[in-house]
């Protein structure tokens, strides 16, 4: 089993090597993915789990949603919003 790893190991590097615009795009895609990816988990991780580095930080932002041509508004204070996005997957009791 090792070996056929090694044997497709080998066929593959060949293949990259006869094909190097191919190489060059694929490893290219690959890590602008994974940065992407990255740089997407560590921005929500830091907004959505941790408090935002000021004093009285769940006060700093209200979400307003209010209806063209009406008076009626909604709002939710933002940490009432992480704590709704945080139990959404939590079975309910």
Do not use: C
């Not at 070996?3 to 497709?8: I, N, P, R, W």
């Not at 919003?81 to 997957?89: D, E, P, S, T, V």
Request: proline share 5%.
């Amino acid at each position: 089993m090792f070996q056929e790893f090694l044997s497709d190991l080998k066929y593959g590097l060949r293949t990259f090597g006869k094909r190097p615009l191919f190489t060059i795009v694929a490893i290219g895609t690959l890590a602008i993915g994974i940065g992407a990816t990255t740089t997407m988990f560590s921005v929500m991780d830091r907004v959505l789990l941790h408090h935002l580095p000021f004093p009285r930080s769940t006060e700093l932002v209200t979400i307003w949603k209010s209806q063209p041509g009406s008076s009626w508004t909604a709002g939710l204070r933002w940490n009432e919003f992480l704590a709704g996005i945080r139990n959404w997957n939590s079975p309910a009791t």
